[in-house]
């Protein structure tokens, strides 16, 4: 019997979530492991913006949900090691800002490991140290809901702090803005579905050194269309900001 949890996790389409990998597993090799199962309309393995070393987890989008039944059913490791594979879509992704500077991915991990199994955990970082806010992936929605409920509004380590579903807009832009000094980040929006990461790099360099890019993503994994760019010196960032994004 299928319960309403499970069906709306299938009616999302066709996306897994995949982790324990292994940091040296690519993109191909991924998608060498999963096309086994089935047609593949998506691959990516996370990693981190600055290094971009392997966060140790990727998401796979089959075009057909039968393919993924397949994959989530037959596929239990690559390259000889063990991965965890589930439904990716209605998972228990948490969001996490308004973070003390002296909160780093383990102390966020020790809060967040009492609400349930996590997946994978992280606080954001530049060249500066902690930039205030991170994400956990709990296994399932039950804990992430669990966490909502129990850490949002509540003091940790003096400064209250706010746990959401995932980053919105305002989110993004309350992030971004620095009320103290001259920024160094380049907000950016409107710019569709299809634009890549190195697609908004090879737009953005050109004005100065950039330390971190991201394009914010769903659930899925897939784009939203917005995004930031970070330069190393607040100057470059002013500078792109009096030019015309495309």
């Known amino acids: 019997m299928t319960t309403a949890n499970q069906a709306d996790k299938r009616d ?3 996306s897994l979530y995949v982790g324990d990998l292994h940091p040296d597993v690519t993109d191909a090799e991924l998608l060498d492991a999963f096309s086994t199962a089935g ?3 998506r691959i990516r393995v996370c990693r981190d913006q600055i290094t971009e070393r392997s966060l140790g987890y990727a998401f796979v989008k089959f075009e057909k949900e039968e393919d993924a039944e397949t994959a989530l059913g037959t596929i239990d490791s690559i390259n000889g090691q063990p991965i965890r594979i589930m439904w990716s879509a209605g998972d228990g992704k948490v969001f996490i800002k308004n973070l003390d500077k002296s909160m780093d991915t383990k102390a966020l991990y020790d809060i967040f490991d009492a ?3 996590i997946l994978s ?4 970082c ?3 140290g902690s930039c205030g806010y991170g994400f956990v992936l709990f296994e399932t929605e039950e804990a992430a809901r669990n966490a909502i409920y129990k ?3 509540i003091l940790l380590n003096g400064k209250r702090v706010y746990v959401s579903r ?4 305002d989110d993004i832009i309350e992030i ?3 009320k103290t000094q001259k920024f160094k980040n380049v907000y950016i929006k409107n710019f569709g579905i299809k634009m890549s990461e190195k697609e908004l790099k090879e737009l953005f360099e050109p004005y100065g050194k950039i330390t971190s890019l991201k394009i914010m993503t769903d659930v899925r994994g897939e784009s939203r269309g917005f995004g930031f760019v970070c330069y190393q010196n607040s100057d470059d960032a002013e500078k792109k900001m009096k030019q015309p994004f495309m």
């Not at 955990?121 to 954001?124: A, E, H, L, S, W």
């Open 151 to 153: 850490v949002n509004g």
């Open 39 to 41: 047609s593949i309309s």
């Open 121 to 124: 955990c992280k606080v954001i």
């Open 126 to 128: 530049d060249d500066q």
């Open 176 to 178: 971004m803005a620095d």
């Open 12 to 14: 999302s389409g066709t």
């Open 115 to 117: 609400f349930g199994n």
């Open 166 to 169: 995932e980053m919105n807009e």
